[in-house]
């Protein structure tokens, strides 16, 4: 069939299309209007999708964040908030400090901190599961952000306590120092 004989024989299907409907086929005319619009939509979810941090770090009220020169950017992971005041997971203060800015005696079992082990195997639990389903293994890390007055013995209470909960790696939120 030579191009003008299946030129036709589309023509004469179109008519006879349109026949059958009433009315002639219109042909869709796609606007620039409309191709904006879509590359804008695609493009702004793009950004804000990936050209944000995906983790995000608001000290509490009075924290005092170490300074650092290191620079590696911070990885995603659980954040547990330490100041000389409380301890502080999942926007909930878990454990307070006593005057001198060491853990309740009353929530401490050797350097297991009681109330927050209990909220971390809850989360190892559920960020387990969502590992799995996502087919993808649980990293495990918990963010710790401490005050720069911390006590050390405090952070080695919490990073045990951690540890027991199946937590096995830790990032320091520290803030950059300009040098």
Not at 15 to 41: C, H, N, Q, W, Y
Not at 145 to 152: A, I, P, R, S, T
């Amino acid at each position: 069939m030579t191009p003008e004989e299946e030129q036709a024989f589309l023509e004469r299907k179109k008519a006879k299309r349109a026949g059958k409907r009433g009315f002639a086929e219109e042909g869709a005319v796609l606007g620039m209007t409309s191709l904006m619009d879509a590359i804008t939509i695609i493009v702004t979810y793009l950004l804000k999708n990936y050209g944000s941090d995906p983790v995000v770090i608001a000290p509490t009220a009075g924290q005092k964040v170490p300074n650092s020169t290191a620079d590696t950017p911070i990885q995603d992971g659980v954040p547990i908030y330490v100041t000389q005041r409380a301890i502080t997971f999942m926007d909930r203060r878990v454990v307070q400090m006593d005057e001198n800015g060491e853990v309740d005696p009353a929530a401490l079992q050797g350097h297991l901190i009681g109330p927050l082990y209990d909220l971390l195997a809850e989360e190892a639990d559920r960020a387990k599961k969502m590992a799995e389903g996502k087919g993808e293994e649980w990293e495990g890390r918990i963010i710790l952000v401490g005050d720069q007055n911390l006590k050390f013995s405090v952070l080695v209470d919490v990073m045990y306590t951690a540890g027991r909960a199946e937590f096995r790696e830790y990032a320091f939120c520290v803030v950059m120092k300009n040098q």
